[in-house]
C-alpha cells in the first residue's frame, strides 16, 4: 500500500515483464553456455539467473513484505505470494527460437489474482485479473468455440513417456497436436483461441500460474486429470476451451493407464 492506494499489480507487472523482456532480446539466440540442472534437458542460463533478479529486486522494493517463489531458487510460502519464471521455454530461448515468455503470477491465499505473461521475440503480453476479463496487447480474448476434436488444434509439453502416446491417440481425432515448448505461453494460448487444449504433465507451479488465470478469465476450464478443478500446485493440467475438455480428459487417461500412471 503507498498513501493507502492499493498499488496497480497488473500494471506494476506488465512494465516489469516488458523490461526484463527487452534484457532477454539482447541475449536471444546468443547464450553461449549452459548449466545442466537435474538432467541434460532441464537447462538454466546467467540470462534466467539475471533476469529473475530483476523481478524480484523489483517486488521487494515495491511489495517488501510479500513472499517470492521462483523458478531459480526461492521458494519462500505466504498469503500473499508471487509465483515467477524469469524464462519459460529456455530451450527455444538459448536456440534462438521465438516461443519463451517470461511469466509473474500473483497468487492469494492459494487463488491467483492476476497473471502477466509476457513473450518479448512477438511482441505480445498476455494477461488476465480475477473478474477482469482476459487480454493480449489491451485486446479482449476469448477461448475458441470448436465443439468437436476434429476442428481442433490441441497441444502439449514434450514428456518422455507421456508425450509419444498422447500424440498417437490425439493425432487421430483432431486437426493437428502442437508442442510449442513454453507451458506459460501455451496455456494463454488455450485463452487466445489459437489453440483449442493444452495438456501439461508434473509441471511447477511458476510454468503454469499465470497461465491459470488467463484461461478462466478467457471462459476456459481448468482441471487436473481426475477432472477435478485445478489451483497452482496441481502439477497435471488439462486446459480447454471447455467444450473439448472431457474428450481431452479421456484421451488423458486412456494414455495413463498404458503408461501405468493410471488409477
Ligand atoms: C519448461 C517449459 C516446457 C515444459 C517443461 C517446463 P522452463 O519450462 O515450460 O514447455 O514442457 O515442463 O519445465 O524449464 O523452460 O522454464
Ligand atoms: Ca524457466
Redesign the pocket.
Known sequence: MEGGIELDRLDFSIKLLRRVGHFLMLHWGKVDSVEKKTGFK?IVTEIDKKAQEMIVEEIRKVFPDENIIA?EGISENGKKLWII?P?????NFVHGLPN?SISIAYVENGEVKMGVVHAPALNETLYAEENGGAFLNGERIRVSGNTSLEECVGST???VDFTGKFIEKMEKKTRRVRI?????L?ACYVGAGRVDFFV?W???P??IAAGLIVVKEAGGTVTDFAGKEANVFSKNFVFSNGLVHEEVLEVVNEVLKEIGEGK
Open positions: 532441464d523458478e519464471d524464462i519459460d521455454g529456455t530451450i519463451f509439453g514434450s514428456y510449442l515448448g513454453s507451458a506459460a501455451n501439461t508434473r509441471i511447477n511458476w510454468d
